[in-house]
């Protein structure tokens, strides 16, 4: 065992037998750096990476290669998902190196932590245009020993670079019509009309960008960006993307027609999914739209919960196969003659039709990914239904993909508020009841006494890493939700609670924020990106929480921030909207207000219901009743009966509409 024995990470201790000596992100390996006088190997990357696997096997786990590492480098390890900070700053400095990143992300610094050489997956022997790791760490230690100055002079002109990278927000100016009409235009311009989504191949789900589209569709009308949402959502969710027997989303298609997945399936993507399809739900009635909302919820709940009542990271994409080979897919995939053994002959060719499977196959060796191709389910819904449940129980007979059980709060943020708002649209009260239950290990082991969070925590013990400006901002915005579903107050001050962290510590002068707080670890340089990658940036989703608070409370330094935040936008959106969608979404929201509503009566009364299933982008919803609900909802303050009747309150630009007593009369004030 070496230095990672004992971490919290699972990809940490994946590498805790490794012969290589690695040390964890910490000053003590650059002490040690600079005793040995030696550089460090930084290796970056997460357990469900299939390539970080790959490089583990081919060279981490070598006799030879690992003798070399321990005595030419101090090695360190990082998990990326515990650690974004340290990620995002080396990656930055990656991708200005080099055009392109990813993971495994290997990099060569001083041991003053700075950076000099790059790369991503090395292969053990030079092949496909890429040197071999081994010749890599003998040019690094030969330059590192022969040509130290030039070393030098490459790791501080990079550093010089970083540091010159700082944002300010308002430059783009406030995002209006303009710019959101911009927006719209440019993702017209990158649709693929022909199967969904935007961009080609590799293909991942645009969630945040769909749910901009819904927005803009919900405050406009535009019938052509609802339409956008709506077929990308059918075409991933009848694609190889989309887990046909078992629910939930892989992490991205290798093709363009989302045929085949990179099989890991990621906690946020199937959080971020959940809420956009039980969005689209509520903007079309689309059964598709709710079954897979549905669907993806109870695999969440399902596969990802922990005994602690938090949610996991991921699954692996690997798994061992029939021959005991561990390979990518190998839980997934089907040939026709496993069909056969388990269905026999007339129901394997019914499904084989159906989930397009074929002798050739989709994937490897002859094995296919299951897809909607037919139409069987139209035809004959109980045979379909039959066929499935006995695919999937001999599935569960299957070597499962292992489960990264770390819990991130973020990524437990974002499926709070996809569980909440799913089971009370669907009348699921045990999601909602989940959602509950992950929020109140996030206040009891991620905010400890002080209300500061942690990032990770696993088996009830928190981790050592401090929260990032992501996991204020997706843990505020899942407390949001959970407030307005369940009337519970506590929700929307524990909000308060981070985002008055957010305005104190991460937040610079013009609307900038950062990724790491003020008295967070000083790396290099101070992390800070505003776009939206796989999930919502820390920018975008403090300010779409900022915002959301603002409208509960009237707090004006709230509302300011998010406005300053939202500055980004403006410059961003317009030229790059596939990449700030989660920003347009909560820019659609500032156009509109957002609207404040107030429902004085029961929690899942006609009236909360028709206030939670509105349309109107980002609209906060407050709900309780009798003389102490303005205690914990603000909007509820001085909102009294109609005579004696449950009654709503729609506000917004310091307007208020007549109070309803009529659900529908609510629905049609949020475009219901």
């Given at each position: 065992m070496n230095r990672l024995a004992g971490v919290t990470s699972p990809y940490l201790l994946q590498h805790a037998d490794n012969p290589v000596d690695w040390w964890p992100w910490g000053p003590e390996a650059f002490e040690e750096a600079k005793r040995r006088d030696v550089p460090v190997l930084l290796s970056v990357g997460y357990a469900s990476c299939h390539?970080?696997?790959?490089?583990?096997?081919?060279?981490?786990?070598?006799?030879?290669?690992?003798?070399?590492?321990?005595?030419?480098?101090?090695?360190?390890?990082?998990?990326?998902?515990?650690?974004?900070?340290?990620?995002?700053v080396y990656m930055e400095a990656v991708q200005a190196a080099t055009g392109q990143g990813g993971w495994p992300m290997t990099v060569f610094l001083t041991p003053e932590a700075e950076p000099f050489y790059f790369g991503t997956y090395f292969p053990p022997e030079s092949r496909h245009g890429m040197p071999g790791f081994p010749e890599v760490l003998e040019g690094v230690v030969a330059a590192w020993s022969d040509r130290r100055e030039e070393v030098a002079e490459v790791a501080g002109r990079i550093v010089r670079d970083l540091a010159g990278r700082s944002l300010?927000?308002?430059?783009?100016?406030?995002?209006?019509?303009?710019?959101?009409?911009?927006?719209?235009?440019?993702?017209?311009?990158?649709?693929?009309?022909?199967?969904?989504?935007?961009?080609?191949?590799?293909?991942?789900p645009p969630s945040m960008a769909i749910e901009f589209l819904l927005r803009h569709y919900a405050r406009t009308g535009a019938e052509g960006a609802l339409q956008m949402a709506a077929d990308s959502c059918a075409a991933m969710a009848k694609g190889g993307i989309y887990d046909q027997l078992g629910g939930g989303f892989a992490r991205y298609a290798v093709d363009r027609e989302?045929?085949?997945?990179?099989?890991?399936?990621?906690?946020?993507?199937?959080?971020?999914?959940?809420?956009?399809?039980?969005?689209?739900?509520?903007?079309?009635?689309?059964?598709?739209?709710?079954?897979?909302?549905?669907?993806?919820?109870?695999?969440?709940?399902?596969?990802?919960?922990?005994?602690?009542?938090?949610?996991?990271?991921?699954?692996?994409?690997?798994?061992?196969?029939?021959?005991?080979?561990?390979?990518?897919?190998?839980f997934y995939v089907w040939t026709p003659a496993q069909l056969r053994e388990v269905l026999g002959e007339e129901d394997a060719a019914f499904a084989a039709a159906y989930f397009g499977v074929t002798e050739e196959g989709t994937f490897e060796e002859g094995s296919s990914v299951l897809r909607l191709?037919?139409?069987?389910?139209?035809?004959?819904?109980?045979?379909?239904?039959?066929?499935?449940?006995?695919?999937?129980?001999?599935?569960?007979?299957?070597?499962?993909?292992?489960?990264?059980?770390?819990?991130?709060a973020a990524w437990n943020g974002l499926a709070i508020a996809a569980l909440a708002e799913t089971g009370a649209y669907f009348d699921r009260p045990d999601l909602v009841e989940r959602a509950t239950e992950a929020a109140d290990l996030l206040v009891r082991v991620h905010m400890g006494d002080v209300a500061r969070l942690c990032r990770t925590s696993r088996?009830?013990?928190?981790?050592?890493?401090?929260?990032?400006?992501?996991?204020?901002g997706d843990v505020a915005e899942g407390f949001l939700a959970l407030a307005s579903v369940t009337g519970e107050g506590t929700w929307l001050e524990f909000a308060g609670f981070l985002l008055d962290i957010v305005l104190e510590h991460f937040s610079g002068e013009g609307g900038q924020l950062f990724d790491t707080a003020d008295d967070a670890e000083q790396l290099i340089r101070r992390p800070q990106d505003p776009t939206d990658s796989a999930t919502p940036a820390g920018w975008t989703a403090a300010a779409g929480a900022l915002l959301s608070y603002a409208a509960h409370t009237g707090s004006e330094?709230?509302?300011?921030?998010?406005?300053?935040?939202?500055?980004?936008?403006?410059?961003?959106?317009?030229?790059?909207?596939?990449?700030?969608?989660?920003?347009?979404?909560?820019?659609?929201a500032l156009?509109?207000?957002?609207?404040?509503?107030?429902?004085?009566?029961p929690v899942a009364g006609e009236l909360h219901r028709a206030a939670l299933l509105g349309r109107a982008p980002g609209a906060v919803v407050a709900v309780g009743e009798g003389p102490d609900a303005g205690t914990e909802f603000p909007l509820l303050v001085d909102r009294p009966l109609v005579g004696g009747e449950p009654t709503a309150y729609v506000c917004r630009h310091f307007v208020c509409d007549a109070p309803t007593t009529d659900a529908g009369e609510l629905a049609a004030k949020l475009g219901g």
């Open positions: 390539w970080c696997h790959v490089m583990a096997h081919e060279s981490f786990e070598d006799t030879a290669t690992a003798d070399y590492l321990n005595a030419h480098f101090v090695p360190v390890k990082v998990d990326r998902e515990e650690r974004p900070d340290v990620d995002a300010t927000a308002a430059e783009g100016g406030l995002p209006g019509e303009a710019e959101l009409a911009q927006a719209l235009l440019r993702l017209t311009r990158d649709y693929d009309e022909k199967h969904g989504g935007f961009g080609g191949a590799p293909k991942f989302w045929v085949v997945p990179h099989f890991e399936k990621m906690l946020y993507d199937n959080a971020l999914l959940c809420r956009v399809y039980a969005h689209l739900w509520r903007a079309t009635g689309s059964d598709l739209a709710r079954r897979v909302a549905l669907e993806t919820a109870d695999f969440i709940v399902r596969e990802l919960r922990t005994t602690e009542g938090g949610f996991a990271s991921a699954l692996d994409a690997d798994s061992a196969d029939a021959d005991g080979r561990h390979v990518e897919g190998a191709v037919g139409s069987g389910e139209a035809d004959d819904p109980a045979r379909i239904a039959d066929v499935r449940a006995r695919l999937l129980a001999a599935r569960e007979l299957r070597v499962r993909p292992e489960r990264d059980d770390k819990i991130v088996d009830g013990r928190a981790g050592d890493n401090s929260g990032v400006l992501e996991d204020y330094p709230h509302r300011a921030a998010a406005e300053g935040a939202l500055g980004i936008v403006g410059a961003l959106g317009p030229k790059a909207p596939r990449f700030i969608g989660w920003g347009l979404a909560v820019a659609e156009l509109d207000g957002p609207r404040e509503v107030a429902v004085a009566g």
